[in-house]
């Protein structure tokens, strides 16, 4: 973007329904383009923003940072450069490059940069914090040629890469990529000195708008993608299995596959991180039994479910694969080797991100593993995320088992030895609750999402509360999977989001949240901000049934009609208040 | 007129749009940019980026109308094309 297209984008109108959002810039220099560039990214990006950027004093980071007290859903962005260090280190001071100030220019970096990380740590504490680790050349000022680096230019750049490890650690401080600015955005082209010794700002135009994109980027914080559903020949592995066989297929150097073994590992990283992973391919589904039972595969066969293997077309496999994960096609990704055959399941799931396996083309392959990264990314790896695959592998058993004339409901309830166990406080700090009510669709009151600050806001309301469950029974645990969140006036409680997990469909555990809530707060009604979306008829069934036809646009139950209305509830409760 | 005014127009808007096209072509940057400091450099900087002129603050307002900054525009880029 450039500078004319960043200002006249600004000048547009706010898209309807238009919500504030406020931004604090900190950063030593006068922030000019970069604050242009960082509103016309974040208009892009979140058109229903009307985004508000405060900045602090010239030349001071560190007092920027010590005065700023966040308003409520303020995020904080904190540009860090090395005149913030020192300002030598900056070249519109005059203090002295002379060999003998190099020592005392180190130390007084390495000072401030440990007071910069407290000052950073304790303003996550009330706001998320965005933070870009110093992006501009070093200046000439060691004793080595340009050529050899200097002892102390390496100690300067461990201290900005203990204060990026350190600040990188902390859950409410996100930390920009320095290798993917460092793709974008070439070190010889960022600084511009005439800028910088006129104006007080040193980032050419170029830097600045990619900088300010990437926070921008970070800033939307769009959620991970959930399922990816791969073809077999010529993509998990090199060759045709029904035409060369089992023992011929290749995913390894000798095999000049080695770009598979890659791939393969690559989904093995994201199974492991809780990225459903299934199969759809055209074959012979003994074969691929056969294929599969390798063991110098490198994706264990475990993580992969469910298999379909069959000549059907792929777009029904596809189909029957969200069916068994119950997650909506957006959230899926589709790599085959044939265009032929992703055009034909892009045609039946238009939301679906679908994509041709560059067979045969290492480095597009290795760009391909890089855009999957980005569309899984996901901050932390949770409890929940290890599980996943195991419960729906579990649900499914049971629900083929129900489907052939097995056992009522209440009869698995009874048998499932089933525990939930009910976490009761204000704690903004649950970050399974976070993520749970911004991914979830089906079982969701109203599709509303929060952004971290709009996270920590709601909960510096006293009125306000957050329930979560968790749940388990013999057949395996499902980790936290309902949230509700409120707030009390007196005997009523008003619902604004409600959540559960698609997993945990089928037990109850909803009737036990509103169960749970009349009871601890001694609540006469419980009234539901509902709104119907495209994906949430699971809700709407929930309140039909809970409520009949009395069920209108704002829902609500008492107490009396609950006890009468509410099913035969079997399970063990344990009961975790105050957190 | 010609492509360059239309350009030039649309880095003036851009920086103050408050005003209509009729009144940055009968403007003077000087009141303008007493009024906003940071005015001048983002001008300045983008007669750079569109134009590929490199002209101090200082230049601009000496200039100080926008037919004479148009003009000198002109004169670095005698190429473009007059517009029918």
Not at chain 1, 240 to 256: K, N, P, Q, S, T
Not at chain 1, 299 to 318: Q, R
Not at chain 2, 55 to 75: C, D, P, Y
């Amino acid at each position: 973007m450039n500078l004319l297209r960043a200002l006249e984008l600004l000048k547009q109108p706010v898209a309807e329904p238009a919500s504030d959002r406020e931004l604090f810039l900190a950063c030593g220099f006068t922030p000019l383009h970069l604050k242009t560039f960082l509103a016309a990214h974040l208009r892009h990006r979140l058109p229903n923003d009307r985004i508000k950027i405060g900045i602090g004093l010239y030349g001071d980071l560190v007092g920027s940072l010590e005065r700023l007290t966040p308003s409520r859903g303020m995020v904080v962005c904190v540009l860090v450069e090395w005149g913030d260090l020192d300002p030598r280190l900056g070249i519109r001071s005059l203090g002295g490059w002379r060999s003998a100030d190099t020592i005392d220019i180190v130390e007084s970096a390495r000072r401030q940069s440990e007071r910069l990380a407290d000052l950073v740590k304790q303003l996550a504490e009330k706001a998320p914090v965005y933070v870009s680790a110093p992006t501009l050349p070093l200046p000439p000022m060691f004793t080595t040629r340009g050529g050899q680096a200097n002892h102390y230019e390496c100690e300067l750049r461990e201290i900005t890469a203990s204060l990026a490890t350190s600040l990188s650690a902390h859950k409410r401080v996100r930390l920009l990529s320095s290798q993917l600015l460092d793709e974008l955005s070439p070190l010889a082209r960022r600084f511009d000195v005439k800028a910088e010794i006129t104006t007080g700002f040193p980032y050419s135009l170029e830097h600045a708008s990619t900088l300010a994109e990437l926070l921008a980027g970070l800033i939307q914080d769009s959620p991970p993608k959930k399922g990816l559903i791969t073809d077999l020949d010529d993509t998990l592995w090199a060759g045709i299995l029904g035409e060369i066989g089992a023992d011929r297929i290749a995913w390894d150097m000798a095999g000049h596959a080695h770009m598979h073994g890659l791939y393969q590992q690559f989904l093995g990283s994201l199974a492991s991180s809780g990225v459903l992973l299934a199969v759809a391919s055209k074959n012979d589904p003994a074969l691929v039994e056969q294929a599969m039972a390798r063991n110098d595969m490198i994706l264990s066969k475990e993580s992969l479910f469910p298999i379909e293997a069959h000549w059907k077309p792929k777009s029904e496999s596809v189909g029957r694969i969200l069916e068994t994960w119950n997650i909506g096609a957006a959230d899926v990704v589709f790599i085959d080797d044939s265009p032929m055959e992703v055009a034909e399941v892009h045609a039946a799931f238009p939301e679906m991100e679908c994509i041709v396996f560059p067979k045969g083309n290492y480095q597009v392959i290795w760009d391909l593993l890089k855009r999957l990264r980005n569309c899984f990314g996901k901050e932390v790896v949770s409890s929940e995320d290890l599980i996943r695959l195991n419960s729906i592998r579990t649900g499914s058993t049971l629900r083929s088992s129900a489907q052939n004339g097995g056992s009522s409901i209440d009869d698995f309830l009874v048998k499932a030895e089933a525990v939930i166990t009910l976490y009761f406080g204000s704690d903004a700090s649950d970050d399974r609750a976070f993520e749970l009510v911004n991914k979830t669709n089906q079982f969701n009151l109203n599709g509303k999402r929060y952004s971290e600050s709009d996270w920590i806001s709601f909960f510096q309301d006293p009125a306000a509360f957050l329930l979560t469950a968790s749940y388990e029974d013999k057949y395996g645990p499902l980790g936290k999977i309902a949230v509700v969140m409120g707030k009390t006036f007196g005997r009523k409680v008003h619902v604004s989001t409600w959540v559960m997990s698609c997993r945990a469909f089928s037990r109850r555990i909803e009737h036990h949240c509103l169960k749970y809530l009349f009871e601890k707060l001694d609540a006469e009604e419980i009234v539901f901000e509902y709104k119907s979306t495209p994906r949430n008829g699971p809700i709407r069934d929930f309140f039909a049934e809970l409520l009949g036809e009395a069920n209108g646009p704002a829902p609500s139950v008492h107490r009396a009609s609950f006890d009468a209305n509410v099913p035969v509830l079997s399970h063990h409760i344990v009961e975790v208040a105050n957190v | 007129m010609s492509e360059h005014d239309d350009r030039l127009v649309r880095c003036f808007a851009s920086v103050f749009p408050m005003m209509n096209e009729e009144e940055i072509r009968a403007s003077n940057v000087v009141p303008l940019f007493d009024l906003d400091s940071l005015a001048g450099v983002t001008l300045v900087t983008l007669i750079d980026q569109e134009f590929g002129i490199n002209v101090e603050l200082s230049g601009l307002l000496e200039l100080g109308s926008f037919e004479a900054i148009s003009q000198f525009v002109r004169k670095q880029n005698p190429f473009e094309v007059t517009r029918e």
